[in-house]
């Protein structure tokens, strides 16, 4: 009875002793990983921006849009002076 008890102690801490190696293992395996991901991440080039074209850009759209605003409304005001 007592070797029973011994062996099934003995068994439940090699059992905890291995969960604990294996999440221990696992959480190196995500530490590596994360390092590589960071590690990609730094490496990837940057393109230099350039403002001045990037505020150009940003005006010739606003005024596309204001201009299709514009006809929107446009053709919209003879159908509500027909009301």
């Known amino acids: 009875m007592l070797a029973v008890r ?3 102690s003995h ?10 190696n294996s999440l221990n293992s696992v959480q ?3 530490d590596r990983w994360e390092g590589r991901v960071v590690s990609a991440e730094y ?3 940057t393109t230099p921006t350039d403002s001045l074209m990037d505020d ?9 849009l204001k201009m299709m ?4 409304s446009e053709s919209d005001e ?3 002076n027909n009301k």
């Open 6 to 8: 011994q062996n099934r």
């Open 11 to 20: 068994l439940q801490g090699a059992i905890q002793e291995n969960q604990h």
């Open 28 to 30: 190196h395996v995500f």
């Open 43 to 45: 490496d990837i080039p």
């Open 56 to 64: 150009f850009e940003q005006e010739e759209e606003d005024l596309a």
């Open 69 to 72: 605003l514009d006809e929107l």
């Open 78 to 80: 003879p159908s509500n």
